[in-house]
């Protein structure tokens, strides 16, 4: 999607903000260990390559990613630090992996057989990093006679080097540690079992790391809180306190584009969802769901100049109203959601107004809006 570069909306990211949270990870990891941004999914909303090359510049050692697709975009942008791939990635495209020195998760047997054959006669060698399912019920290995095979496969195998062991845990932003510590035991039995020598064994996410959950991580994948947002946001309940100060980096700002008097008995927007009581005045808003701000945000209050206030009618596609206290000029400044924590339109508020969690909120924001940078 192009671009709206023509139009006054935009999501603002403080870059300095980032710069502060991987200060603040790093001084916090264990001695001897790493830090990984996880950049999967534009950054969660804020621009892969923008976030990138910042973090490669501040101590990052390497980078996780969704797709492959996603470590292309990296290579061309000139990342040269390690990039692995936490999702699946089809067999068929493990040379091109090769060739650019992307790591790859292996799922199972049958995809590393796959692979295998596919990089045979190649001279290619792939990085791999195996990955177990303790618990999550997404990818990986949890059966000890799979994952006995996989070892035994890799033993002096040369067209791969083992490059890490790791899982991902379901519950670790939760109070309640007792599936956490589950997953942990049966991480431990499948890492006791192995035969190859890993050069990386990590389990830390944000929030294993920033809650302090203590288990044996040669690397933090740093995710969420590089963004300077807390990892436990459940839809109105309070987050959990965390070891780090976290400063949250995305703002979504637009203005006024038209501001008019509506009359008692009229509707605002599709459905006639808000009838006016009185005489009111609205103001129009250039963006709507089709730039990823849902329709279930009709009513929640934005920043318009100085004041508060609510969407009215249902948020179309590229438009959204809302009721104004009093006649504001057009090209009043609009913040939808605000990277200050304690405003009350901050993303969590958001998240929390449409039942969600802020990943969610940031993510859903479109490419159709520009990514603006701000040094602080």
């Not at 923008?50 to 492959?68: E, P, T």
């Not at 999702?87 to 047997?109: Q, R, W």
């Amino acid at each position: 999607m192009v671009p709206g570069i023509h139009r006054p909306a935009a999501v603002y990211v403080d870059l300095s903000a980032i710069k502060q949270n991987i200060e603040q990870e790093l001084n916090h990891l264990e001695p001897g260990q790493k830090l990984f941004a996880v950049i999967k999914a534009n950054a969660y909303g804020h621009g892969a390559v923008k976030v990138a090359q910042l973090a490669a510049k501040n101590g990052v050692s390497g980078f996780c990613v969704a797709i492959l697709d996603e470590a292309l975009e990296l290579r061309r942008a000139g990342i040269t630090q390690p990039i692995l791939v936490l999702g699946v990635t089809p067999e068929e495209y493990v040379t091109l992996a090769a060739k650019n020195d992307i790591s790859l998760t292996v799922p199972d047997f049958e995809w590393l057989n796959a692979a295998d054959q596919e990089l045979n006669n190649t001279g290619l060698q792939l990085k791999i990093h195996l990955a177990v399912d303790s618990g999550m019920g997404r990818i990986g290995f949890s059966e000890d006679e799979e994952f006995l095979q996989a070892n035994d496969f890799l033993l002096d195998n040369p067209h791969f080097e083992v490059e890490g062991l790791f899982t991902h845990f379901a519950s670790a932003d939760s109070s309640d540690d007792t599936y956490f510590k589950t997953q942990v035991e049966r991480f431990e039995h499948l890492k006791s079992l192995l035969k190859v020598k890993p050069k990386w064994i990590h389990v830390d996410n944000t929030a294993a790391s920033i809650y302090g959950k203590r288990v044996h991580s040669d690397l933090v994948r740093f995710g969420i809180g590089l963004y300077g947002l807390n990892p436990s946001s459940n839809p109105s309940t309070p987050d959990l306190p965390a070891q780090i100060r976290l400063k949250p980096a995305l703002s979504l700002e637009s203005e006024l584009v038209q501001v008019h008097t509506i009359h008692k008995g009229q509707g605002v927007g599709y459905g006639s969802t808000y009838i006016a009581d009185c005489d009111q005045i609205i103001g129009t808003i250039p963006l709507g769901y089709a730039d990823g701000f849902i329709r279930k945000f009709q009513g929640f209050k934005i920043q318009v100049g100085n004041e508060y206030c609510p969407i009215v009618g249902r948020i179309c596609m590229d438009q959204l109203m809302v009721r104004l206290p009093y006649e504001m000029p057009t090209k009043t400044k609009v913040i939808l959601i605000s990277n200050d924590p304690t405003a009350p339109n901050n993303i969590k508020a958001a998240a929390d107004y449409v039942d969600s969690i802020h990943y969610e909120v940031a993510c859903l924001l479109d490419d159709r809006l520009p990514r603006i940078y701000r040094e602080g």
